[in-house]
Structures are given as C-alpha cells and as structure tokens.
C-alpha cells in the first residue's frame, strides 16, 4: 500500500520560512518523480514545485521561483521544500504527489498517482 505523509506546516509570518516533508512508502521512491501542490479554499489544486526521479530536475511555478527550493533524499525516501520569503497567498494546504513516470515536471493534478493527506500553511502579515 504506497503511503505519502507530508509534515512540516504551520503557521510562520509573512517573510519566515518552513520546510516540508514527504515521506514516502510502498513503492519504489528513486523511480518517482515527485510534485509539491497547493489548494487554497475556492481555489483548485496548484503546483508548486516538482523534481525528476533522479533529483536533476527541478521545476517551479513563477510564483515561488527564488524562494522555494524542491529537494529529495532518495535514500530516505523523502521529499522537501524549503519555502522562504513566505507571503499570505502561500497559505494553502500542501499536498506532496508521485508520478510513476519519474518526471515531476507534470502542472496537473492527473499526472500523478498518489497522494498524500496534506499539511496546512498558516501565514500571517
């Protein structure tokens, strides 16, 4: 049974940093390319960053680009992000994703396979 359990959110203030994690289970985490999404309320689930199965590829929405950073540690099955500079618009529950194809590099929702429950990112101004 393939598992994703983010942990790291909270609340932090406007221009402070978190890091997120996902660990990942019963599948073979090093052949999945891995995605970091957001939902806001109201709003549909948004990427935010991804990475290739093999760590080389990164990819970010406009928004976060040179303030979030996407990393994995293959052998611990483990994905982050380092979220820094925060703003109120970065309040979302974060969703950790796996795509079976090893990409990452995937905007939608459908181009990956499973999910985690998510965390929720608090950000007061």
């Known amino acids: 049974q393939v598992q994703l359990a983010e942990s790291g959110g909270g609340l932090v203030q406007a221009g402070g940093s978190l890091r997120l994690s996902c660990t990942a289970s019963g599948l073979a985490f090093r052949n999945y390319g891995m995605g970091w999404f957001r939902q806001a309320p109201g709003n549909e689930r948004e990427f935010v960053a991804g990475?290739?199965?093999?760590?080389?590829?990164?990819y970010y929405v406009d928004s976060v680009k040179g303030r979030f950073a996407i990393s994995r540690n293959n052998a611990k099955n483990t994905v982050y992000l380092q979220m820094n500079i925060l703003e109120p618009d970065d309040a979302a529950v974060y969703y950790c994703?796996?795509?079976?194809?090893?990409?990452?590099?995937?905007?939608?929702?459908?181009?990956?396979?499973?999910w985690g429950q998510g965390t929720q990112v608090t950000v007061s101004s």
């Open positions: 990475i290739r199965s093999d760590g080389v590829g990164k």
């Open positions: 994703a796996a795509d079976q194809r090893g990409a990452g590099w995937g905007r939608s929702p459908e181009d990956y396979d499973y």
